[in-house]
């Protein structure tokens, strides 16, 4: 059974960064894609950002993009969310979504929620004075 835990939120200040962590555990396959959601109070989840197997394959929404950067180290089976120039706006539990591949390239709908097999519990980020 793949397990998924994120850590690392927190409350954080505008202006300011975290970083997020996502290790994953019990693979069903040894090449797999992850990507990073968020929900916000009242609001439908969203697509952050994606990332292949390799890691050679990115992909960000447009909200986030020049501010956040996911990166993965498969030997600890691990993706890391850097989160900068955080804004209220971004406030949200982060979720981290895994699914299996056959190509190092992201080929589905990465902001599609059914595309994943496995999702984590989340990590709240609150950005606020």
């Known amino acids: 059974q793949v397990q998924i835990v994120e850590s690392g939120g927190g409350l954080v200040q505008p202006g300011g960064s975290l970083t997020l962590s996502c290790v994953v555990s019990?693979?069903?396959?040894?090449?797999?894609?992850l990507a990073w959601f968020r929900q916000a109070p009242g609001k439908e989840r969203e697509g952050v950002s994606c990332?292949?197997?390799?890691?050679?394959?990115?992909v960000s929404a447009d909200s986030v993009k020049g501010r956040f950067t996911i990166s993965r180290d498969n030997a600890k089976k691990t993706v890391t969310l850097q989160m900068n120039s955080l804004k209220p706006e971004d406030t949200a539990v982060y979720y981290c979504?895994?699914?299996?591949?056959?190509?190092?390239?992201?080929?589905?709908?990465?902001?599609?929620?059914?595309?994943?097999?496995?999702w984590g519990q989340g990590t709240q980020v609150t950005v606020s004075s």
């Open positions: 019990g693979l069903t396959s040894e090449e797999y894609a």
């Open positions: 990332i292949s197997s390799s890691g050679a394959d990115t």
């Open positions: 979504a895994y699914r299996p591949v056959v190509s190092d390239r992201i080929y589905w709908q990465p902001w599609s929620e059914v595309e994943y097999d496995y």
